[in-house]
């Protein structure tokens, strides 16, 4: 028998000590590693998680800082001041005052004298003005026009001069100069001979000019006067004059005259508005309103830019708005209806001078007082302070940006106005606007138009409206079926088919909106538009047929009826559902004909007073439903798949069927996660915008009816962002439509993780 060596103490301790001593310092250095990468990472998580809320809260501060100037106070005041005339009787001859666009050179017309100053130093420009070449006495002079510098000068022996004045920017050594020039065409009588005139408007549209004149004895004289155009074979100029009718009693104090010279209206000292729809030939029609009580006399009479509302100043200080009524609904009521009373002066208003560039206005009145109004939003936006020296003339910068005032006393003074937004108001931003055209308050989105003249909207309830009837009707269709879809998938599906089933489903959420979109715009669409009455049958008999399918599967031998786990029950689901749907679509006009009397578009109209449009709320619920469904169906299955089993096999053990352990037990466990599926889904379906953007004909009107289209905030700012210029009100507008949709879905979601939470409280004993 072989021995081994024996095992001496030292060989033991050497071995047993051995082991340890080099082992040890390999786990210290490998615990000590560990522990660093977790603390590296932990780190890592806290810099991406404060990254995260600081850019968070970088995007919500830089769409403030956007959207804060839109309300922002409107900030005005003199700036200089230069003495225009001295002479005595300066207060008694018609004045025109204006400015070039940039406020550099101002120019006053006092009768015959015409003078230019370099501003702000007052210098005056000897070089260009002077006495004009016109004989007579002056007794009116009105510009011709809302924009540019054209005037009309007429004499008091019924001759009118047109003078226009022209600033033309020079550039030497980079500096700017702005170098003044005017032009004196020859006059046109007005009056009969010997008549004298006392008022005149004037009006010009390309080669067309229209005039009327008003004498001394009460003849109101109306001179048409066309010029020979570019390409006319004739240069004689031809001039027809008519009288028209002026009514009894009537002095009139002011007159204007549209561009195309088809509507002449006068102020007079009664208080009336008079109206005249004059043609080249046929008669003149009047009609006329009485505007105030008391008989208060008309003291300034103009059009607001776009030649569609009046505006009246009265000798009590009243300023008010007036629209004529639609000829074509009351053709026999009162010729002007008042939309807007704005805030009144204390004295008389002397000169009323619309924007060239938007719908405000100045207004003046007998104590110097200047006073900025916006017709839109009908607020007064600023009050200068007054000179308690009566208004002689006044004059609104070309861009709005200021303006110029003259008193009687022969001082003009310029002043500035800093007014970047004046469109926008909270009021007219979400509460209903009376805008021209309308008889009534209404909520209207349309930021822009083919007019210079035109009137921005900028109500953001349409737009919001829009985006919650997308969102609403998306999740009518995805709810439903993600949420069953889910339900079934992880409760009753074999897991073999789950395996395939979910991944295929969580693919979907794969496809890029602009895809969906492109589809249900250009393809769906239409394809709905003809099998619309199949859709609508195949919608009330697909819950009919899946029913009974399920019960008659209950009859079923259990050699049939368990044979779930191979997806039989699925396949035979199916089979239902598509032979249903092929039975509609194959009976799709005979479904029209029965139901719809042949005309299903006719059909709604008839019956429920609803257009048809191609592009509506039914094509996004299919479009954005499909985009939605796949985050819903995945997030709460999976909510209900991680219910713990042993729970699960508890309830069935106790003879809890499934249906019971499912609505008892696994819904209620899962509800937090179900709750968060739909949230996330609705957030995603207030956000999208390529879907909604390609599919809904972006039309922004507030109508609940699936068969219109709709605009949503997401789709309202890339459509308007490539035409909205930096800094615009337009551009600061989008910028809002962006908060709205930051604060909607940060307070969406903080509800939603609120309501989250107190779910998972109160059914954490599941």
């Not at 522990?35 to 780190?43: C, I, K, P, T």
């Not at 550039?171 to 003044?180: C, G, L, M, Q």
């Not at 709905?528 to 697909?542: M, S």
């Amino acid at each position: 028998m072989k021995t081994g060596h024996p095992i001496s103490d030292s060989n033991f301790s050497l071995s047993s000590g051995t082991g340890p001593l080099v082992k040890q310092p390999r786990r210290t250095a490998h615990r000590r590693f560990r522990h660093a990468v977790d603390r590296s990472a932990g780190v890592v998580v806290w810099v991406g998680g404060i990254t995260t809320i600081v850019s968070i809260m970088g995007i919500f501060l830089y769409l403030m800082w956007e959207v804060v100037p839109l309300f922002q106070p409107t900030n005005g005041d003199f700036v200089a001041s230069i003495q225009v005339h001295e002479e005595e009787g300066f207060a008694a001859n018609p004045t025109v005052i204006g400015s070039d666009e940039y406020q550099e050179v101002v120019f006053a017309l006092t009768g015959k004298r015409l003078k230019f100053w370099r501003m702000p130093q007052g210098t005056p420009i000897p070089e260009v003005g002077g006495d004009l070449k016109i004989q007579g006495a002056v007794k009116s002079s009105v510009l011709i026009g809302q924009k540019g510098n054209r005037m009309s000068v007429a004499t008091q022996e019924g001759l009118v001069v047109p003078v226009t004045i022209h600033f033309q920017p020079v550039f030497k050594e980079a500096t700017r100069t702005i170098v003044p020039t005017m032009v004196v065409k020859e006059s046109i009588r007005v009056t009969p001979e010997g008549e004298e005139l006392v008022h005149h408007a004037h009006s010009q549209q390309d080669e067309r000019q229209m005039i009327a004149a008003v004498t001394r004895s009460g003849e109101l004289w109306l001179t048409l006067v066309k010029e020979p155009g570019e390409f006319s074979f004739s240069d004689e100029v031809t001039i027809s004059q008519r009288q028209l009718v002026l009514p009894a009693e009537t002095t009139i104090t002011h007159m204007v005259l549209d561009s195309f010279g088809r509507r002449l209206v006068a102020g007079t000292a009664q208080g009336e508005l008079v109206e005249w729809l004059v043609g080249e030939e046929e008669e003149s029609i009047v009609r006329r309103v009485q505007i105030g009580q008391g008989g208060d006399p008309i003291t300034a009479l103009t059009y607001l830019l776009g030649e569609r509302t009046f505006l009246v100043g009265t000798h009590a200080g009243q300023v008010m708005a007036w629209v004529p009524s639609n000829e074509r609904k009351a053709p026999s009521l009162v010729p002007f209806r008042q939309v807007r009373t704005f805030q009144s002066h204390k004295g008389a208003v002397t000169a009323i001078m619309p924007s060239q560039r938007d719908k405000g206005f100045l207004s003046a009145d007998s104590q110097g007082q200047v006073v900025l109004h916006h017709a839109t939003t009908g607020q007064t936006v600023i009050e200068f302070p007054p000179l308690f020296i009566e208004t002689k003339a006044l004059r609104f910068a070309p861009k709005a940006n200021g303006g110029a005032w003259l008193g009687t006393d022969g001082n003009l003074r310029t002043f500035s106005i800093d007014n970047p937004h004046p469109e926008v108001t909270f009021r007219s931003l979400f509460f209903p606007v009376t805008y021209e055209g309308y008889e009534a308050p209404e909520l209207i989105w349309q930021s822009s138009s083919g007019s210079d003249e035109f009137e921005p909207k900028f109500g953001m309830m349409p737009l919001i409206f829009g985006t919650l009837k997308g969102t609403i009707y998306a999740m009518i269709l995805a709810v439903p079926l993600a949420v069953m879809g889910a339900v079934y998938t992880a409760m009753f599906m074999n897991p073999q088919l789950r395996a395939i089933v979910k991944p295929s489903v969580e693919i979907m959420a794969a496809l890029p909106s602009v895809v969906l979109g492109f589809l249900a715009g250009l393809w769906f669409a239409p394809l709905l538009e003809k099998i619309f009455p199949a859709v609508v049958a195949g919608t009330l008999l697909l819950p009919v047929v899946i029913g009974v399918v399920c019960l008659l599967w209950q009859f079923l031998p259990r050699s049939l009826s368990g044979s779930h786990k191979y997806g039989i029950d699925l396949l035979v689901i199916m089979m239902a559902v598509v032979g249903t749907v092929g039975m509609c679509l194959t009976f799709n006009s005979s479904i029209e004909a029965v139901v719809f009397g042949g005309n299903y578009k006719q059909w709604v109209t008839d019956h429920f007073g609803l257009v048809y449009d191609q592009r509506n709320a039914i094509v996004i619920s299919f479009a954005m439903g499909f985009a939605v469904i796949p985050i819903i169906f995945s997030i709460a299955e999976d909510s209900l798949s991680n219910v713990p089993r042993h729970l699960v096999a508890g309830s069935l053990a106790l003879g809890a069927t499934q249906w019971q352990t499912l609505t008892r037990l696994v819904l209620v466990s899962a509800s937090p996660g179900i709750f968060s599926a739909l949230m996330i889904g609705f957030g995603r379906a207030v956000g999208e915008t390529m879907i909604v953007l390609m599919a809904t004909g972006n039309t922004p009107i507030l109508d609940w009816s699936v068969f219109n289209g709709f605009r949503t905030l997401s789709a309202n700012i890339a459509v308007e962002m490539p035409e909205a210029p930096h800094g615009g009100t337009l551009y600061r507008v989008l910028f809002l439509s962006g908060l709205i949709l930051f604060t909607f879905t940060f307070c969406i979601n903080t509800v939603a993780e609120l309501v989250r939470q107190r779910l998972r409280e109160k059914y954490s004993q599941f």
